[in-house]
């Protein structure tokens, strides 16, 4: 079957730097997507990483490595807007998401 | 660009009643749309793929006949969620993809459908 796994929930201060992973096992792959959403809204694209390494974008960068299954969403100088959840996604072979059930991420001051 | 809208943003009905949720693409042709669902703090959960003129694919366990999806041009696809029960009070999440770009869907900003 098709998993993509990450934690819970996390929690993390202001100004510092937290990092979600996320482990994945599908049918084929094509890439994978971080969103956050914000509780009550729809989810919002964050990134998206086919080849391996590490891309950087503002205060978020994410990885991938693809022999590992395995990607991070690295969130750095925390602000309080931050608290969301992030969601991890895979798209898979016949190009169908796969998603995570997402990290809760709570920032605290 | 690559906006994508909802409406209604939020309806209340009474158990038996059918709600129609639409989703607009506004500054773009989306060749596929796709309804998820989310109950409170789940992931979202795909509920059916639509490409215009053609029938909707609907995922394993999600009745067809109870959610009726009509994605009748490039920029309109409707939800129509028949005879509700408060079971299927959740929030519909729709997205898009553009055509040559299957891997990255745009959301509309989500539907509460609350069923009394």
């Known amino acids: 079957g098709q998993n993509i796994d990450q934690p819970t929930e996390m929690t993390a201060t202001e100004g510092a730097i937290v990092q979600i992973n996320c482990t994945y096992q599908?049918?084929?792959?094509?890439?994978l997507f971080w969103y956050q959403q914000h509780a009550g809204e729809a989810p919002t694209f964050l990134s998206y990483n086919v080849l391996d390494g590490l891309e950087e974008k503002g205060r978020f960068s994410s990885f991938l490595s693809r022999s590992k299954g395995y990607s991070y969403l690295l969130l750095k100088e925390l602000q309080m807007k931050d608290s969301a959840s992030y969601l991890c996604?895979?798209?898979?072979?016949?190009?169908?998401?796969?998603w995570g059930a997402g990290t809760k991420l709570i920032i605290k001051p | 660009g690559a906006v994508v809208s909802q409406h209604p943003s939020r309806v209340i009905c009474k158990s038996g009643t059918s709600v129609k949720i639409e989703c607009r693409s506004l500054d773009f042709q989306a060749t596929t749309m796709f309804w998820y669902r989310q109950f409170p703090k789940q992931s979202l959960m795909l509920m059916a793929t639509s490409n215009e003129g053609s029938k909707a694919t609907y995922e394993q366990g999600v009745e067809k006949d109870k959610f009726l999806i009509n994605h009748a041009s490039l920029t309109l696809s409707t939800l129509t969620v028949t005879s509700a029960h408060p079971e299927d009070s959740s929030f519909y999440i729709c997205s898009a993809s553009r055509q040559g770009e299957p891997y990255e869907q745009f959301f509309g900003p989500g539907t509460r459908l609350t069923v009394l």
């Open positions: 599908t049918s084929g792959f094509n890439g």
């Open positions: 996604a895979v798209l898979d072979s016949n190009y169908q998401l796969i």
